[in-house]
C-alpha cells in the first residue's frame, strides 16, 4: 500500500470491464507498478496508507487568542487571514480568478446575490502555523474541484448530438482522509467566520461532545475520528432542487443552535461531515462514484475513488436520468421550475459571476 498525497487524474481511461484503471493496468500513481500492486484493493477499491498529520513536530504551547484552534496549544504568535473555501478553489469557479458571486451568507439580507473579491472571504481567524499546515488539503481539494466540474461537463456536453461513442472515460483518485478533512476545515472555518445562520443568528457552536480541542487534534494532529463521525453521502436526494457544477454550497445541519454536521456541495455533489451517524439512508466513507447517463453504452462513464487505508467501502452508482436528447439545464417539472435560480434555504452559496464568462 502506498501513500497518497496529491489528486491523480486519468483521462481517458482504455474501455475494459472495470469502471477505471485495470488491475493489471499501470497505476495511474505514476508510481511504475500495477494498479493490483499499489493503489488498487482486492475488493477493487482504491487503498493508499493512513497520511501523516498536518503537524508532527513539537507542540509550541502557545494559544493565539485569535486562533480558532487555540484549544491545542500550538500556535505561532501571527495571524493570518483563512479562507474557509479554499482560494485556490474560489479562482476556479471564477470566470476571471478575482470575483464570484455569494448568495445567502448571514451578512446578506434576504436571498440578495452580492459580487465580492475571493479575498474577501476570509478572516483573520488563524495563526500562521496552522494555517499554513492546510494547505496541502486546500491543494488537493481546488484540484479535486476542476475534475470533478470537467467530468460534469463532459458527462453533459453530448446535448442533442450522436458523439456518444466518443464519450471520454476519466478516473479521479483522491486520498479518503485527506478529503474528510477538508471538509471538515471547510464548515469549521465557515462557522467561525460567523458566515452561516443557524435559527436566525450566526452559527457558532457545535452539539454537547464535539469540542474545538478534539476537532484540532483531528485536523491538524491526526487523531481517530469517534465512531460514525466523519464523511457520508446520503442515499436520497430531491431532484428538484437544482445544484450548479461552477459553485460550492455549504450548509449546516442543527438542532436549534447547537451544530450537528455540515453540508458541503462541489461541482453539483453533496457531501456531509456529521459527528453522529445521519437518521437516514446514507453511504459512510463511500469508495467512490461512478458517474453514467442514461441513453449512453455502458462503458461511458466517469469513476471518482476516494482512497482509505481498508477495505470495505461502498461505491454508489449515480446514473443521470436525463436522456442525450434534452438539456439537463432546464427544469424538467413546474416544482423544478419553482426552485430554478433559488438557494435553498440556510445555505451559504459560491458561484461565478453571471455575464463574466470570456468566451
Not at 473555501?85 to 480568478?97: F, P, R, V
Not at 502555523?129 to 460534469?152: C, G, K, Q, V, W
Not at 453522529?276 to 453514467?292: C, I, K, L, N, S
Amino acid at each position: 500500500m502506498e501513500i497518497l498525497d496529491r489528486v491523480v487524474r486519468q483521462r481517458p481511461v482504455p474501455i475494459t470491464q472495470y469502471y477505471g484503471p485495470a488491475p493489471r493496468a499501470d497505476c495511474p500513481c505514476g508510481s511504475g507498478r500495477t494498479a493490483r500492486r499499489c493503489h488498487l484493493g482486492e475488493d477493487l477499491s482504491w487503498i493508499a496508507e493512513r497520511p501523516a498529520a498536518l503537524l508532527t513536530d513539537a507542540r509550541t504551547g502557545y494559544a493565539n487568542p485569535g486562533c480558532y484552534a487555540r484549544a491545542s496549544k500550538d500556535c505561532s504568535e501571527d495571524l493570518t487571514r483563512e479562507h474557509y473555501i479554499s482560494d485556490d478553489l474560489l479562482e476556479s469557479i471564477s470566470w476571471d480568478g478575482k470575483a464570484v458571486l455569494v448568495r445567502g451568507a448571514a451578512w446578506q439580507p434576504g436571498g440578495e446575490g452580492k459580487t465580492v473579491g475571493v479575498n474577501s472571504l476570509s478572516s483573520r481567524m488563524l495563526c500562521g502555523r496552522h494555517n499554513r499546515a492546510l494547505s496541502p488539503l486546500d491543494t488537493i481539494a481546488a484540484d479535486f474541484y476542476r475534475y470533478a466540474l470537467e467530468d460534469h461537463i463532459d458527462m453533459f456536453m453530448f446535448l442533442g448530438n450522436d458523439n456518444r461513442p466518443n464519450f471520454t472515460r476519466g478516473f479521479t483518485l483522491v486520498s479518503g482522509p485527506h478529503m474528510e478533512l477538508w471538509l471538515l476545515k471547510a464548515i469549521w472555518g465557515a462557522i467561525e467566520s460567523k458566515a452561516m445562520n443557524v435559527d436566525g443568528r450566526p452559527a457558532y457552536r457545535f452539539r454537547l461532545g464535539v469540542s474545538t480541542e478534539l476537532l484540532a487534534e483531528i485536523l491538524w494532529r491526526g487523531a481517530d475520528w469517534p465512531a460514525n463521525w466523519g464523511m457520508y453521502i446520503l442515499r436520497h436526494h430531491d431532484h428538484d432542487v437544482p445544484a450548479t457544477p461552477r459553485a460550492v454550497q455549504l450548509r449546516l445541519e442543527s438542532d436549534g443552535p447547537e451544530v450537528l454536521g455540515g453540508y458541503v456541495q462541489i461541482a453539483g455533489l453533496e457531501y456531509l461531515i456529521a459527528f453522529e451517524r445521519p437518521p437516514v439512508d446514507h453511504f459512510y466513507r463511500p469508495a467512490g462514484m461512478t458517474f453514467q447517463r442514461v441513453g449512453f453504452p455502458p462503458p461511458s462513464c466517469k469513476l471518482t475513488a476516494f482512497a482509505w487505508p481498508e477495505l470495505g467501502h461502498p461505491l454508489i452508482n449515480i446514473v443521470s436520468q436525463v436522456p442525450p436528447s434534452e438539456n439537463y439545464a432546464v427544469p424538467s417539472n413546474p416544482r423544478a421550475a419553482s426552485m430554478h435560480n433559488q438557494i435553498r434555504p440556510g445555505s451559504l452559496n459560491v458561484t461565478s459571476v453571471p455575464g463574466t464568462r470570456p468566451f
